[in-house]
């Protein structure tokens, strides 16, 4: 399924940005999840440079854990922390810290590593009827973004790899594309 990134954000970014669209979407899983809904896409892909490009959207990275917990791995989340932007106060700026431990059949647990992920939020959205309004979700979209950037950055690419790999053969894949047509002559 093809989704327009207009829908999901603000009419103020002129050009497509893939990432931008992503993280849009993945405001669209968090709600969906706040309301108790389970949106089925583990992998976003979209075409630059003529080159698909395929990346974890949150469900995608919450599978990963899943998987590196099957194996023995704990991806843990310790903490989130905020403070308004101080560049823009229509932001806020968030930074989660996650750990990964190895535990085995016993429960021994050995620590290997923490790591933080940050996320600028936005306190507005644009809805699909037009204009701009205040976001009642600004802060679960802000930490759910902030703890999927720092758990992504502890997922091996061999799992990333398996997750896409699965996400494809079994149609868990959402594409982003570029809502403007091609212009017919250059500028």
Not at 4 to 22: C, G, M, N, S, V
Not at 62 to 82: F, H, K, M, P, V
Not at 132 to 142: A, L, T
Request: aromatic share 8%; glycine share 6%; hydrophobic share 35%.
């Amino acid at each position: 399924m093809v989704e327009k990134l207009e829908q999901y954000h603000p009419k103020e970014i002129a050009t497509f940005d893939p990432f931008r669209a992503k993280d849009a979407l993945d405001d669209e899983s968090i709600l969906a999840e706040i309301e108790g809904r389970i949106l089925d896409r583990w992998v976003y892909t979209f075409l630059q440079d003529g080159k698909e490009i395929s990346g974890l959207s949150k469900e995608g990275v919450d599978q990963a854990c899943l998987e590196l917990s099957r194996q023995g791995q704990q991806i843990r989340e310790n903490e989130i922390t905020y403070q308004v932007d101080p560049s823009n106060p229509q932001y806020i700026l968030f930074t989660a810290k996650v750990s990964r431990h190895l535990v085995d059949a016993k429960g021994t647990e050995l620590h290997l590593e923490n790591i933080i992920g940050t996320k600028r939020q936005w306190l507005k959205f644009a809805p699909k009827s037009g204009g701009i309004k205040d976001d009642p979700f600004w802060y679960e979209k802000g930490a759910m973004k902030a703890l999927r950037n720092a758990r992504m950055r502890l997922i091996p690419e061999e799992i990333k790899s398996k997750i896409i790999a699965l996400a494809k053969k079994t149609g868990k894949t959402k594409t982003v594309k570029d809502p403007t047509p091609p212009k017919s002559t250059p500028d």
